[in-house]
């Protein structure tokens, strides 16, 4: 019999199916796969259980610590929500110290974050719209940035795969705005013999140099004819733009994460406050909230449970990393480091009953060389959460296949649309694949799929879990 929630409710036990007999061995559609890629079914770990049975349909190499990618996540929001609640917020403050009268401030305003992990710009906008709406229009001294609430040890960006700039590798922050990412995007206008450049959003302090050439030639895309430089040297506050680009292409976007995250946090704000006609005088400092200042505004975040759809229907990485440090700082107390998340987290499945020989989670998304999981620990995750009093909250933050998130161009065309809500993992010679299946029949299927290999991130990984899913809707 498997508890979920805290072992003294009998509230929260269930009759389980009558056992069926457990297959060890891959479906005929998985191994053909398999065989004619070569690759061995010891690189491969699966489990398919029925939600409402005591043990597995299919165990395949279900005891092996695996890297699982991104399905990590699934952990992570899975244990917010049983220890923070699906309406935990968190909450952003801004202090004045100074004096305020008729409008302006003599003196500094200060922000402070608490790792609200979904601070965008246009939830930032509404923040800097009220402190406007209670009357604070100028300010004569600094924007001071109060980030101390998350204790991070210094992170090199690129240290996972050489990428500093991708979005992917943005390192968490108690004051993030906007995931610290910029949208850029790129429009060729012959009328002008440019390509123009529009960031979104735009920090004051970021330096954009544009050496794009426009070319009469036919476009032959983007990705070939642009070439991104952020020199670390620099404080990544310029980026270049430059190659040759056909005045025949559309319009092209991509997303870099330039800055530090106190120095993007100023350079939105300046922005946008200057925007709005107010003013600053100062500049940037980074520093506490003085003893003795009371909020002059806090705004709370989203609710839990709309973070989490974030998180896992688009593998939001730093998101999922600051879930785990919330979960870690509620439990262990300020301020907040990646340890007492670990810590915290391996605590609270304990006390659900949920013991994962083997589990590394080392930072909560996924996004590492060093996470461990087995594919039977991943089920047990996913038929506690099944049977959570949150389990409505959990199973609709998954991405439901052909239709959202990142399963929202796979199996479009097929009867499995609608049919699945599955959390997918990608990295180098990693795929892996987590959630709910409802077969042809009706009846609700937990399935975990976990490869780590040699180019198991490349299409027959995909093609051989797809089999999988197809082969559980048909039960």
């Known amino acids: 019999m498997l508890l979920v929630g805290y072992v003294a409710g009998c509230s929260l036990c269930f009759t389980p199916a009558a056992p069926a007999q457990v297959s060890a061995v891959l479906p005929d559609s998985v191994q053909r796969i398999l065989d004619a890629h070569e690759i061995p079914v010891a690189d491969f770990s699966a489990v398919v259980q029925r939600v409402d049975a005591s043990r597995p349909l299919l165990a395949v190499n279900p005891d092996v610590p695996r890297n699982p990618a991104s399905t990590m996540k699934l952990l992570t929001t899975y ?156 404080g990544l506050d310029r980026i270049t733009f430059s190659g040759r680009v056909a005045g025949s292409c559309p319009e092209y976007r991509l997303s870099r994460s330039l800055l530090s995250a106190p120095a993007f946090a100023y350079g939105v704000f300046r922005s946008l406050w200057e925007e709005g006609g107010s003013s600053l005088g100062g500049t940037l400092r980074v520093a506490g909230v003085p003893d003795g200042l009371e909020p002059f ?74 996470s461990r999981i087995s594919a039977r620990s991943l089920a047990r995750l996913l038929l506690a959460a099944d049977r959570s009093l949150y389990r409505a909250e959990f199973v609709s933050s998954l991405a439901l296949a052909g239709m959202d998130g990142t399963m929202r161009r796979r199996f479009r065309e097929e009867d499995l649309a609608g049919h699945m809500h599955l959390k997918t993992g990608r990295l180098d010679n990693v795929f892996s ?27 027959p990984g995909e093609e051989a879990e797809s089999a999988l899913l197809r082969w559980v809707h048909e039960q």
């Open 79 to 234: 244990v917010a929500l049983e220890s923070l609640g699906p309406d935990y917020r968190w909450k952003t403050e801004a202090y004045l110290d100074g004096t305020l009268a008729d409008g302006k401030l003599d003196g500094n305003l200060y922000i402070k974050g608490y790792g609200d992990p979904y601070l965008v710009v246009e939830r930032f906008w509404l923040f800097l719209h009220q402190l406007r709406q209670r009357g604070l229009r100028d300010i004569s001294g600094d924007l001071v940035i109060d980030h101390s609430y998350f204790d991070i040890a210094p992170v090199d960006r690129g240290a996972f795969d050489g990428q500093p700039l991708r979005t992917y590798n943005v390192v968490p922050d108690a004051l993030l705005i906007n995931f610290q990412a910029i949208s850029f995007s790129f429009n060729p206008n012959p009328a002008a013999s440019r390509v123009e450049i529009i960031a979104d959003p735009l920090p004051a302090n970021l330096d954009i140099r544009n050496r794009i050439k426009l070319d009469n030639g036919r476009c032959s895309g983007y990705r070939n004819g642009i070439v991104v430089d952020a020199a670390p040297g620099t």
């Open 297 to 370: 505004y806090t705004m709370e975040s989203l609710p839990l449970s709309d973070i989490i759809r974030s998180i896992n229907k688009w593998s939001n990485n730093v998101m999922a990393r600051h879930l785990l440090l919330t979960v870690g700082v509620e439990r262990f107390g300020v301020p907040a480091t990646v340890d007492k998340g670990r810590r915290a987290v391996m605590q609270l499945l304990a006390g659900h009953g949920l013991d994962f020989p083997g589990l590394r989670i080392d930072n909560g998304a996924g996004l590492s060389r060093r």
């Open 433 to 459: 694949m987590a959630g709910y299946v409802r077969s042809r029949s009706g009846d609700d299927y937990v399935v975990v799929a976990i490869q780590n290999g040699i180019n198991a991130h490349r299409g």
